[in-house]
C-alpha cells in the first residue's frame, strides 16, 4: 500500500508535507525532510529547518546549489552584508567554501528548501577535513538514525540503480 504521504500520479510523484521530518539528522539543531535522493548522479533535495543559532562547518562545494529561503533568516560568515530571508532564492557556483550561519537572537525556525549537486566536503576551524556530504551519506545518515531511533521509515523520492541495456539480436 501506498502511503498516503506519497501520491503516485502514473509519471508524477507528490510527496505530502507530512512526510517524516528527522530532527538533528546532520547536526544538532537541524532538522530534515528528504525530498530527493541521487546517490548515482550525485543530486540531493533537502527541505530543513535550522534553530537559532546553528553553525554549519566550514564547506566547499564540489556543485552547484540552488536554496530558497521560505522562514527565518540566514546569512554566510563571509558575507554577512547578505542575509537571506524568507522569498530569498540564492545561487551557488561549484567550487563556493563559505560558513552557514543562522542568527542566534531568531525568533523562528530558519526554513530552506534546497537542491544540490555533488558534494560538501567540511573543515573544522582550523581548516582540517572533517568529512563529506553527498546524497549518499545523507541516504546512510537517514536510515541509521531510523534504526537506532525507532524512527518512521524514510519517504523520499529516490533515484533507482543503473541496470545494464541487453541488446536485441534479431
Known sequence: MIPESVKDHGSLITLGADAPVYKDILLPGVDVQ?????AN???????????????????????????????GKWFYAEH??????????LYE?????????????NTELTETIMLVQGANINFDEDGNYLNTMDANSIIGMIEEAIKERGLEPSIYVKAGFPNFAKDVKD
Not at 548522479?41 to 562545494?61: A, D, E, I
Open 34 to 38: 528528504p525530498q530527493f535522493l541521487d
Open 41 to 71: 548522479n550525485g543530486t540531493w533535495v533537502l527541505r530543513v529547518w535550522f534553530h537559532p543559532g546553528v553553525r554549519l562547518p566550514t564547506h566547499y562545494h564540489t556543485g552547484t546549489v540552488h536554496l530558497w529561503t521560505l522562514s
Open 80 to 89: 554577512q552584508d547578505q542575509p537571506q530571508t524568507a522569498g530569498c532564492y
Open 93 to 105: 557556483p561549484g567550487s563556493s567554501v563559505h560558513s552557514f550561519l543562522v542568527p542566534e537572537d
